[in-house]
T-cell receptor, first 111, second 112 residues
Framework: GEDVEQSLFLSVREGDSSVINCTYTDSSSTYLYWYKQEPGAGLQLLTYIFSNMDMKQDQRLTVLLNKKDKHLSLRIADTQTGDSAIYFCAEQDSGYSTLTFGKGTMLLVSP | KAGVTQTPRYLIKTRGQQVTLSCSPISGHRSVSWYQQTPGQGLQFLFEYFSETQRNKGNFPGRFSGRQFSNSRSEMNVSTLELGDSALYLC???????????FGPGTRLLVL
């Protein structure tokens, strides 16, 4: 069945780069997403990548996709304290709306 | 464009009661999906509605139901509430369903 795995916790210092990793199992996934959730809030779409892409850059965010290994990563450059949140990786199957989420990675940025 | 809105934001109910949650999608979006978020199970898909029809359903008991109106607004209903139904219920909308999904702020339900 479909499964998405993420490490649970990452701690970095302000100004450093953060890398959050994710692995998925569904080879038919066509879209892969990164969402951010702050305490008490809903999910904010950060970025997404099509499965036929290797990399996508959007300002401080870089997404890398290794389709062979089913590995997705999110790099946040110059991490700020406001980036502290839980980050969710999600996969979406072709033609369907259903998202399968990982358990989320809590990113803690210290000054 | 206004984002996805959900009402109410917070709700307290007791076991055995029923509850109705509402979601208004982004203007022009016809697909609405519902997810349940709990600390133990994480984010789990409940169901998706498109053009007033349920198109997809997750693995939840029949106590969980939903519907969509002609203006794409959606409601979900949980009957005979159990303590384990305490969760953050998130609604997401997208244009056709298979594209990028945008989430609302959620409704936090506490069952006592």
């Amino acid at each position: 069945g479909e499964d998405v795995e993420q490490s649970l916790f990452l701690s970095v210092r302000e100004g450093d780069s953060s890398v959050i990793n994710c692995t998925y199992t569904d080879s038919s996934s066509t879209y892969l997403y990164w969402y951010k959730q702050e305490p008490g809030a809903g999910l904010q779409l950060l970025t997404y990548i099509f499965s036929n892409m290797d990399m996508k850059q959007d300002q401080r965010l870089t997404v890398l996709l290794n389709k062979k290994d089913k590995h997705l990563s999110l790099r946040i450059a110059d991490t700020q304290t406001g980036d502290s949140a839980i980050y969710f990786c999600a996969e979406q199957d072709s033609g369907y709306s259903t998202l399968t989420f990982g358990k989320g990675t809590m990113l803690l940025v210290s000054p | 464009k206004a984002g996805v809105t959900q009402t109410p934001r917070y709700l307290i109910k007791t076991r055995g009661q029923q509850v109705t949650l509402s979601c208004s999608p982004i203007s022009g979006h016809r697909s609405v999906s519902w997810y349940q978020q709990t600390p133990g199970q994480g984010l789990q898909f409940l169901f998706e509605y498109f053009s007033e029809t349920q198109r997809n359903k997750g693995n939840f008991p029949g106590r969980f139901s939903g519907r969509q109106f002609s203006n794409s607004r959606s409601e979900m209903n949980v009957s005979t509430l159990e303590l384990g139904d305490s969760a953050l219920y998130l609604c997401a909308s997208s244009s056709q369903g298979s594209e990028t999904q945008y989430f609302g702020p959620g409704t936090r339900l506490l069952v006592l």
